[in-house]
């Protein structure tokens, strides 16, 4: 029977990362993944898929030139799925290569076949063709992610009503849409679909949407999609999804009806624990199928087997997933690592861009310190004229006390790119001098930092600043 100082279960960004970084460490490493190709949720049906979808369809919309030219403008009319999936696919197949040729490099072996536990050092692996085979190992990782979660009661049939998995699968644009589930990815997709100009309409048993983000942010979003016609059902729950023969209904708890072509349910998503034999090593998941860890080395309750990425619930992000599988490896090889930096970036792909890290002003306040506010105007930059960006905004928030900064919050053009300036401040726990003494390239929108930095200054007040040094 074949042995491996570590066994890596699913090959998405959690999974990759550990493996690589087991290889680099000189350890003997086998990736098992049941999917057909390499690459999980991430390449395959979540963070690629839908990033590379909103590209396009920005693209062949003329979306980022509408500021300029009217939101009649389109560079490609009629855009139908083929235009859509043809980049899909492109760089999919181009993503899947990369990590081939990274496994090969590094001497990563990897096996189709879906793992399941039988003790703490070994389990069975079941190979489409029905095979079976057993592996030992040292050190394992449970990276499997989740799947969309489906409720029996919801009926889906890939015709009317489909999960995010499915959303990829379209024959035909909807002409109408209705997404169910106000979290990201229903946020995104309903506004990449809003942006190819099908009416939609975003169900959201909530009062609002993504209450994790800074409010302003989240208002100033609102609007934006009100203001290009998306429909917002805020604080009533589904009671029904009907799927007809022409048409699909979401009957709401406070009997409001909402009819389109299509529905996207999008409520949460649940772990692919089913089959995996956890019972084996006495390890539990949650009613969502979530495992628990150590957060700091992210070792279940079985020391020689840790869990990394979705299947570990919050943030679920490829990006923190990746973070995660390489602080797995380390710590099963008896890496030292510092402490993790306290913040992280979200980036929310929705049109606009939403991204944030740190502290929102809800949080700064509830905390009790006290804080001022700089506020840039995408449209008040140079840039933004260049690009005919007419919304969109950057809003830094200090403290009053140490000048530091504590959070930044955009959304708009770039936003998921500019954030790592806010990003790196905050975590070498630099101050409102920082945007204030520093020259920023102009025309650039990350000259917004520059712009905001110096109207949380004005706001500041020159003595106070004196009376803090
Ligand atoms: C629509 C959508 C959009 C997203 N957009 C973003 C984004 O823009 N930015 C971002 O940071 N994150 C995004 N995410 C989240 C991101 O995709 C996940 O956080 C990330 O994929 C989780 O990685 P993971 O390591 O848990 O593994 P996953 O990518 O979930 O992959 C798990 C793999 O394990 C395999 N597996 C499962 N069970 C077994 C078994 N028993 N044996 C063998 N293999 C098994 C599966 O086949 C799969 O290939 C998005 C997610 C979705 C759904
Ligand atoms: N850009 C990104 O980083 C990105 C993009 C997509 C997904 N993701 C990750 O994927 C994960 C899953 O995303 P998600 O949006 O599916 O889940 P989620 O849990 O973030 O959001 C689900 C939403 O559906 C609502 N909801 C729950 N039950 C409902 C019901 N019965 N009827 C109607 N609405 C209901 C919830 O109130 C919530 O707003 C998230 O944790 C996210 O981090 C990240």
């Given at each position: 029977m074949s042995r491996y100082a570590m066994l890596v279960i699913g090959s998405g960004p959690s999974g990759r990362r550990a493996a690589v970084q087991s290889a680099k460490l000189g350890k003997s490493v086998l990736v098992v993944d049941k999917g057909r190709r390499l690459g999980g949720v991430s390449v395959h049906t979540g963070t690629i898929p839908s990033k590379t979808l909103r590209e396009t369809v920005l693209n062949l919309s003329g979306w980022r030139e509408r500021g300029f030219y009217g939101r009649g403008y389109r560079v490609k009319q009629d855009i139908a799925v083929g235009d859509l999936i043809q980049r899909l696919q492109k760089t999919l197949d181009h993503e899947v290569e990369v990590l081939q040729h990274q496994f090969m490099r590094n001497a990563v072996k990897h096996q189709r076949a879906a793992a399941s536990f039988l003790s703490a050092n070994s389990v069975a692996l079941l190979a489409d063709s029905g095979e079976r085979s057993e592996v030992e190992f040292d050190h394992a990782l449970i990276s499997v992610g989740t799947k969309p979660h489906r409720p029996a009661t919801i009926p889906f049939d890939r015709k009317r009503v489909f999960d995010s998995d499915e959303m990829l699968e379209l024959e035909r644009l909807p002409r109408t849409l209705t997404v169910i589930g106000g979290g990201v990815i229903g946020v995104e997709y309903a506004t990449i679909?809003?942006?190819?100009?099908?009416?939609?309409?975003?169900?959201?048993?909530?009062?609002?949407?993504?209450?994790?983000?800074?409010?302003?942010?989240?208002?100033?979003?609102?609007?934006?999609?009100?203001?290009?016609?998306?429909?917002?059902?805020?604080?009533?729950?589904?009671?029904?999804?009907?799927?007809?023969?022409?048409?699909?209904?979401?009957?709401?708890?406070?009997?409001?009806?909402?009819?389109?072509?299509?529905?996207?349910?999008?409520?949460?998503?649940?772990?692919?624990?089913?089959?995996?034999?956890?019972?084996?090593?006495?390890?539990?998941?949650?009613?969502?199928?979530?495992?628990?860890?150590?957060?700091?080395?992210?070792?279940?309750?079985?020391?020689?087997?840790?869990?990394?990425?979705?299947?570990?619930?919050?943030?679920?992000?490829?990006?923190?997933?990746?973070?995660?599988?390489?602080?797995?490896?380390?710590?099963?090889?008896?890496?030292?690592?510092?402490?993790?930096?306290?913040?992280?970036?979200?980036?929310?792909?929705?049109?606009?861009?939403?991204?944030?890290?740190?502290?929102?002003?809800?949080?700064?306040?509830?905390?009790?310190?006290?804080?001022?506010?700089?506020?840039?105007?995408?449209?008040?930059?140079?840039?933004?004229?260049?690009?005919?960006?007419?919304?969109?905004?950057?809003?830094?928030?200090?403290?009053?006390?140490?000048r530091r900064l504590l959070g930044a919050h955009i959304v708009g053009e770039g936003a998921t790119e500019l954030i790592h300036i806010g990003q790196a401040v905050i975590n070498l726990q630099g101050t409102v001098d920082f945007f204030v003494e520093n020259t920023f390239n102009y025309p650039t929108l990350a000259e917004a930092y520059k712009i905001a930095g110096l109207d949380a200054w004005n706001r500041m007040g020159y003595a106070a600043l004196r009376a803090a040094e």
């Open positions: 679909f809003s942006a190819l100009d099908v009416p939609v309409t975003l169900v959201e048993p909530r009062q609002s949407i993504l209450d994790f983000v800074d409010r302003e942010i989240i208002d100033d979003f609102i609007h934006q999609l009100r203001d290009r016609g998306m429909v917002m059902r805020f604080g009533s729950g589904v009671r029904e999804v009907l799927s007809k023969p022409d048409h699909a209904e979401v009957i709401l708890a406070d009997g409001r009806v909402i009819r389109s072509e299509m529905v996207l349910y999008a409520a949460g998503r649940s772990g692919n624990v089913e089959g995996l034999g956890l019972e084996a090593i006495g390890v539990e998941a949650d009613v969502r199928g979530r495992i628990k860890v150590d957060p700091h080395t992210l070792q279940t309750s079985v020391p020689n087997i840790y869990a990394a990425g979705d299947i570990i619930g919050f943030p679920s992000l490829a990006s923190t997933s990746m973070e995660q599988g390489r602080v797995a490896a380390c710590h099963a090889f008896g890496v030292p690592l510092p402490p993790a930096p306290e913040t992280f970036p979200y980036g929310i792909y929705a049109v606009p861009e939403i991204s944030t890290v740190g502290q929102s002003e809800e949080e700064v306040r509830a905390s009790g310190i006290a804080y001022e506010c700089g506020v840039a105007r995408f449209r008040e930059t140079s840039r933004g004229h260049i690009m005919g960006v007419d919304s969109g905004f950057l809003k830094l928030i200090f403290s009053l006390e140490t």
